[in-house]
């Protein structure tokens, strides 16, 4: 994985969030990003679930947005796509497929859900 192959932007600031972006195309099954950081055992706001017990603070999955129609998955500590991702496409991973506990539950601007955890779909 290149490093530069991501960006964080605060393309979606009408929200107030910032997301993840790719400068460049992904195949369906790469490998977006390895997860690194601080290992936690329990859910915060800004981890991501690698495991039954644990969560990564990473410095770029921090701002991974959600989506039910994610172009991404979260496989132990990798971010895989899904599908194709074309430069410019954001980087999203669907949180109740890889979250037991969401530390800041969320109604999902895509289908209007409580996205809590793995229990909503």
């Known amino acids: 994985m290149n490093l ?3 960006r964080i932007s ?7 969030q910032s997301g993840v972006f790719s400068n460049q195309k992904f195949n369906s099954g790469d490998i977006v990003l390895v997860l690194s950081g601080r290992v936690v ?5 800004t981890s991501i679930q690698v495991s039954d017990l644990d969560h990564i603070e990473d410095e770029i999955g921090h701002y991974i947005n959600h989506n039910c129609n994610s172009t991404c998955k979260i496989e132990g500590r990798n971010v895989v796509a899904a599908r194709d991702i074309s430069v410019d496409d954001e980087i ?3 949180y109740s497929q890889s979250e037991n506990v969401i530390a800041s539950p ?6 209007n859900k409580l996205i809590s955890g793995k229990q909503d779909h």
Request: glycine content about 4%; proline content about 0%.
């Open 41 to 45: 055992t329990e859910a915060t706001r």
């Open 4 to 6: 530069n192959s991501l």
């Open 10 to 16: 605060s393309a979606l600031e009408l929200s107030g």
């Open 92 to 94: 999203t991973f669907d």
């Open 106 to 111: 969320f109604i999902c601007a895509c289908c």
